[in-house]
């Protein structure tokens, strides 16, 4: 008779994480008031700023990528429109283009205060958001990711939720195919020490 050994414990990791070296100890509070109001949860794998101005609390970072290249000027249509978290009165960064103010949010499509120059934002590019029109700076730097998916409104309700904890990574492995939100290479770049883009 054999000796057969069978392995009783180890750590599964969710699909979008390969490896996670290191999180935020006690977690980090996810600050609520640049969400869409029809945005009911985070999903998990979504990048994360560390606020400069209180320690703990953390910013989502928002991207989109384009479906196809515009054909009518102001208007960006999006891949996955659903999902992105952009709202009225945003900028968002065209590469190739301009940065532009949001100035309508549909299911199809977001519509710019500017008239897209050309060459307009080709099929497949990341925007990303930046703090006002003419700057290709983004708004908030990458700092972690959001580990787990967090819900921000009760389902039904339009009311947000106060003190939303969620755990973060900040080192570690990530399948970008399973990422939820589009990674534009300036937020990969920032977290090339960190994080591992497969």
Known sequence: MSLQVKKESGVKYDPVF????????GGVTIKTNRFPSGTKEIKKGALLNADA???????????AKVAFTPTSAGTVV???????????????WLLGATASTITR????????SHTLLHPTPASATVLFEVATVG???VLYA??????????????GVST?????FAGAVVR???DESELPYFVPTIHKTNLTDRIRFA
């Open 18 to 25: 390969l490896k996670i070296l290191e999180d935020k100890p």
């Open 53 to 63: 101005s209180t320690a703990g609390l953390y910013n989502i970072i928002k991207t």
């Open 78 to 92: 999006l891949v996955e429109p659903t999902d992105h978290l952009f709202k009225v009165g945003e900028y968002v």
């Open 105 to 112: 949010v549909s299911t199809t499509a977001l519509a710019l």
């Open 135 to 137: 700057t290709a700076t």
């Open 142 to 155: 990458a700092h972690a990711i959001l580990r787990d998916t967090i819900e921000v409104r009760e389902k």
């Open 160 to 164: 947000l939720l106060d003190n939303i």
């Open 172 to 174: 570690g492995t990530v």
